[in-house]
Protein backbone atom coordinates (compact mmCIF):
# COMPACT_ATOMS: atom_id res chain seq x y z
CA UNK A 1 0.00 0.00 0.00
CA UNK A 2 1.39 3.38 -1.08
CA UNK A 3 1.93 5.69 2.18
CA UNK A 4 3.05 9.35 2.46
CA UNK A 5 4.48 10.01 5.59
CA UNK A 6 6.57 13.31 7.41
CA UNK A 7 10.49 13.41 7.84
CA UNK A 8 12.68 16.47 9.62
CA UNK A 9 15.74 16.07 8.73
CA UNK A 10 16.75 17.76 12.20
CA UNK A 11 19.26 20.50 13.11
CA UNK A 12 22.54 18.15 14.00
CA UNK A 13 22.17 16.64 10.71
CA UNK A 14 21.66 20.13 9.06
CA UNK A 15 24.76 21.66 10.45
CA UNK A 16 26.92 18.59 9.67
CA UNK A 17 25.99 18.67 6.76
CA UNK A 18 24.27 15.90 6.22
CA UNK A 19 21.62 16.44 4.23
CA UNK A 20 22.23 14.99 0.62
CA UNK A 21 23.30 12.26 2.29
CA UNK A 22 19.81 11.51 3.84
CA UNK A 23 17.85 12.67 1.37
CA UNK A 24 19.84 10.25 -1.44
CA UNK A 25 19.20 7.50 1.02
CA UNK A 26 15.70 7.77 1.35
CA UNK A 27 15.74 7.94 -2.52
CA UNK A 28 18.26 4.96 -3.32
CA UNK A 29 15.48 2.51 -1.05
CA UNK A 30 12.99 4.22 -3.43
CA UNK A 31 10.94 6.39 -1.52
CA UNK A 32 9.57 9.90 -2.94
CA UNK A 33 10.01 12.75 -1.99
CA UNK A 34 6.59 14.49 -3.09
CA UNK A 35 7.00 18.07 -1.18
CA UNK A 36 10.00 19.46 0.82
CA UNK A 37 11.66 22.75 2.32
CA UNK A 38 14.63 23.64 4.33
CA UNK A 39 12.83 26.06 7.17
CA UNK A 40 13.51 27.50 10.64
CA UNK A 41 10.44 26.17 12.94
CA UNK A 42 9.17 28.36 14.90
CA UNK A 43 8.25 27.94 18.57
CA UNK A 44 4.23 27.17 18.19
CA UNK A 45 5.42 24.54 14.80
CA UNK A 46 7.98 22.60 17.24
CA UNK A 47 5.50 22.41 20.55
CA UNK A 48 2.89 21.27 17.60
CA UNK A 49 5.52 18.74 16.21
CA UNK A 50 6.23 17.59 19.56
CA UNK A 51 2.67 17.84 21.28
CA UNK A 52 2.38 14.25 22.36
CA UNK A 53 5.89 14.43 24.96
CA UNK A 54 4.49 17.71 25.99
CA UNK A 55 5.01 17.55 30.12
CA UNK A 56 7.81 15.21 29.42
CA UNK A 57 10.95 15.95 31.44
CA UNK A 58 12.83 16.62 28.09
CA UNK A 59 10.30 18.37 25.85
CA UNK A 60 11.29 22.22 26.40
CA UNK A 61 14.88 21.15 25.48
CA UNK A 62 13.70 19.04 22.65
CA UNK A 63 11.77 22.00 21.71
CA UNK A 64 15.15 24.01 21.65
CA UNK A 65 16.96 21.70 20.08
CA UNK A 66 14.69 21.55 16.92
CA UNK A 67 14.65 25.49 16.64
CA UNK A 68 18.38 25.49 17.08
CA UNK A 69 19.43 25.85 13.51
CA UNK A 70 16.98 24.99 10.17
CA UNK A 71 15.86 21.57 9.43
CA UNK A 72 14.39 20.13 6.14
CA UNK A 73 10.64 18.91 6.28
CA UNK A 74 9.55 16.86 3.94
CA UNK A 75 6.66 14.39 2.74
CA UNK A 76 7.78 11.50 0.94
CA UNK A 77 5.82 8.46 -0.17
CA UNK A 78 5.89 4.73 -1.19
CA UNK A 79 5.32 1.48 -0.40
CA UNK A 80 4.57 0.94 2.60
CA UNK A 81 6.99 4.41 3.50
CA UNK A 82 6.20 4.86 7.32
CA UNK A 83 7.71 1.77 8.23
CA UNK A 84 10.51 1.65 5.36
CA UNK A 85 11.75 5.07 6.52
CA UNK A 86 11.65 4.57 10.27
CA UNK A 87 13.77 1.04 9.47
CA UNK A 88 15.73 3.14 7.25
CA UNK A 89 16.48 5.63 10.32
CA UNK A 90 17.21 2.55 12.68
CA UNK A 91 16.27 3.01 16.64
CA UNK A 92 15.49 6.33 18.00
CA UNK A 93 18.67 5.15 20.51
CA UNK A 94 21.83 6.14 17.94
CA UNK A 95 23.72 4.28 20.11
CA UNK A 96 21.71 0.84 19.39
CA UNK A 97 21.17 1.60 15.92
CA UNK A 98 22.47 -1.03 13.20
CA UNK A 99 24.98 0.00 10.90
CA UNK A 100 23.72 0.55 7.92
CA UNK A 101 21.08 2.46 8.97
CA UNK A 102 21.58 6.32 8.91
CA UNK A 103 21.35 6.55 12.82
CA UNK A 104 23.56 3.54 13.00
CA UNK A 105 26.30 5.15 10.46
CA UNK A 106 26.09 9.03 11.52
CA UNK A 107 24.76 9.53 15.01
CA UNK A 108 25.73 8.23 18.11
CA UNK A 109 23.49 10.16 20.80
CA UNK A 110 19.52 9.45 21.69
CA UNK A 111 18.80 13.12 21.70
CA UNK A 112 21.04 14.32 18.65
CA UNK A 113 19.51 11.43 16.26
CA UNK A 114 19.60 13.47 13.06
CA UNK A 115 16.22 12.45 11.63
CA UNK A 116 12.40 12.60 12.48
CA UNK A 117 9.61 10.63 11.05
CA UNK A 118 6.03 10.08 11.78
CA UNK A 119 5.67 6.23 13.60
CA UNK A 120 1.95 5.69 12.28
CA UNK A 121 -0.37 6.68 9.86
CA UNK A 122 -2.28 8.74 12.37
CA UNK A 123 0.71 10.53 13.39
CA UNK A 124 2.13 10.93 9.81
CA UNK A 125 -1.12 12.87 8.87
CA UNK A 126 -1.32 15.00 11.98
CA UNK A 127 2.73 15.58 11.57
CA UNK A 128 1.83 16.94 7.69
CA UNK A 129 -0.92 18.69 8.06
CA UNK A 130 1.41 21.38 10.92
CA UNK A 131 3.66 22.24 7.42
CA UNK A 132 2.12 21.11 4.27
CA UNK A 133 -1.09 21.94 2.47
CA UNK A 134 -2.49 19.79 -0.25
CA UNK A 135 -1.49 22.00 -2.91
CA UNK A 136 2.06 21.41 -1.98
CA UNK A 137 2.31 18.08 -2.94
CA UNK A 138 3.62 16.86 -6.31
CA UNK A 139 1.39 14.22 -8.06
CA UNK A 140 3.31 10.95 -8.77
CA UNK A 141 1.93 7.99 -10.14
CA UNK A 142 3.40 4.39 -10.55
CA UNK A 143 3.54 3.05 -14.53
CA UNK A 144 4.96 -0.37 -14.47
CA UNK A 145 6.86 -0.39 -11.24
CA UNK A 146 8.42 3.01 -12.49
CA UNK A 147 7.12 6.32 -10.57
CA UNK A 148 6.66 9.04 -12.96
CA UNK A 149 5.39 12.90 -12.70
Known amino acids: MIERTFVMIKPDAVVRGLMGE ?14 MKLHHLTEEEAKELYKPHEGKHFFNDLIEFVRSAPVVLMAVEG ?15 AKEAAPGTIRGDFSCSKSMNLVHASDSPESASRELTIFFKEEDYLKYRRVDEDWVY
Do not use: F, H, P
Open 22 to 35: IISRIEKKGLKIVA
Open 79 to 93: ESAISVMRRLLGSTD
